[in-house]
C-alpha cells in the first residue's frame, strides 16, 4: 500500500509564498493536491501526470502555483506565490496508484493559514 508523507504549510502572511512537498512511498501515476477550507467542499487545484508530463490547475490558482516533480523520487512540489487569506485551508496531497484510477492515496493533509 502506498503512503504518502507531506510537509511544509503553516501560518504565512497575505503577498507571501509556501512551499508544500509530498513523497509516496511507491509508484503512483498521478499526484496531485487538494484542499478544503472549513464549510467548502475539497477541491483539486493542481496535479501532474507521471505518464504524460501534464500538469493541471485549477483557476482559482492558476498563475500563483507552480507544481514540479521528480517521478524518481515519487515527490511533488507545490510552489505557492501570492497567498490571499481565502487560500487558508488544509492542503491534502494525493495519488493514483493506477492508471485509470480515482485518487485512492491520501496524506494526512498539511494547514496552511494566511493571515491578512
Known amino acids: 500500500q502506498v503512503q504518502l508523507v507531506e510537509s511544509g504549510g503553516g501560518l504565512v502572511q497575505a503577498g507571501g509564498s509556501v512551499r508544500l512537498s509530498c513523497t509516496a512511498s511507491?509508484?503512483?501515476?498521478?499526484m496531485g493536491w487538494f484542499r478544503q477550507a472549513p464549510g467548502k467542499e475539497r477541491e483539486l487545484i493542481a496535479s501532474?501526470?507521471?505518464?504524460?508530463?501534464?500538469?493541471y490547475y485549477a483557476d482559482s490558482v492558476k498563475g500563483r502555483v507552480t507544481l514540479s516533480g521528480d517521478n524518481a523520487k515519487n515527490t511533488v512540489y507545490l510552489q505557492m506565490n501570492s497567498l490571499k487569506p481565502e487560500d487558508t485551508a488544509v492542503y491534502y496531497c494525493?495519488?493514483?496508484?493506477?492508471?485509470?484510477?480515482?485518487?485512492?492515496?491520501w496524506g494526512q493533509g498539511t494547514q496552511v493559514t494566511v493571515s491578512s
Open positions: 511507491g509508484r503512483t501515476y498521478n
Open positions: 501532474i501526470s507521471w505518464i504524460s508530463s501534464t500538469t
Open positions: 494525493a495519488a493514483r496508484s493506477s492508471i485509470y484510477g480515482r485518487y485512492d492515496v
